[in-house]
């Protein structure tokens, strides 16, 4: 039923295991400061059955190709991934206070409403694509409020599939190389947070040392389907 009435923010209590997992994972996985933000709210994002829907479709083909599964990993490689984007209102500051904007420009606004939409993305390091992080800090570098002393940050279901390693930047692309699902820069210290869900696999999971240009974790789509919201943290600078 809820479904119907999506998108919906439905609003979770500080005593559910839910937010200790949401404000755990952006807390462990903030690097930049040695202190992380205080976790104001915690929502979980209700999207429309359509997007669900195709989002699942997309995940069975690629696990239908890589069988991650079958590999001790989650299907189609699902990882969780920060994204932070512009917000031009007050959502979620107050929970009651949880229907989206319609200001030109929320970002934030515009991706609960119907999702990501590659079209719109800027011309980035690794070309034109969604870019996330598993690191908290990092997302929040590209966070951007108006009007509101919190800032805000989702935590994305991403399919990773088989995921093409970048160590450089490489600024025209559109898609990932040929036999890959997605692209990736990884620096060592990154790893930790992304296995607070998903356990390590021997000889599936290739790291790289980004180096001096690339200092923190990078995961990139460049397919629609490929990434959803599924939580909107709301945390105090």
Same mark, same amino acid.
């Given at each position: 039923a809820a479904t119907k009435a999506a998108p919906l923010l439905l609003e979770v209590p500080t005593t559910d295991p839910r937010f200790t997992d949401v404000s755990g994972q952006f807390s462990t996985a903030w690097k930049h400061t040695a202190t992380p933000p205080r976790v104001v709210q915690v929502y979980k994002i209700i999207l429309p059955q359509a997007l669900h *829907? +195709?989002?699942e479709a997309y995940k069975k083909g690629v696990e239908a190709?890589?069988?991650f599964s079958k590999k001790g990993m989650q299907a189609g490689n699902e990882r969780r991934r920060w994204h932070g984007t512009t917000r031009l209102c007050k959502i979620g500051d107050d929970p009651k206070n949880l229907t989206p904007c /319609?200001? %030109?420009g929320c970002s934030m606004c515009a991706i $609960?409403? +119907?999702s990501y939409d590659v079209s719109y993305a800027a011309q980035g390091m690794f070309g034109k694509g969604i870019y996330t992080s598993a690191t908290s800090s990092k997302s929040d570098g590209y966070t951007r409020s108006s009007g509101s002393s919190n800032k805000a940050m989702f935590l994305n279901r991403v399919v990773v599939g088989n995921g093409h390693i970048l160590t450089s930047a490489q600024n025209n692309l559109t898609a990932?190389? /040929?036999?890959f *699902? %997605? &692209?990736r820069s990884h620096d060592a210290a990154s790893l930790g947070s992304d !296995? !607070? $869900?998903f356990p390590p696999v021997s000889n599936m999971q290739v790291i790289a040392n980004a180096? &001096? &240009?690339l200092k923190n974790d990078e995961l990139i789509v460049y397919n629609n389907d490929a990434i959803r919201t599924s939580w909107l943290l709301i945390y105090s600078p």
């Open positions: *829907d +195709s989002y190709r890589g069988n /319609s200001t %030109s $609960i409403k +119907s990932p190389p /040929s036999g *699902d %997605s &692209a !296995l !607070l $869900i180096g &001096a &240009a």
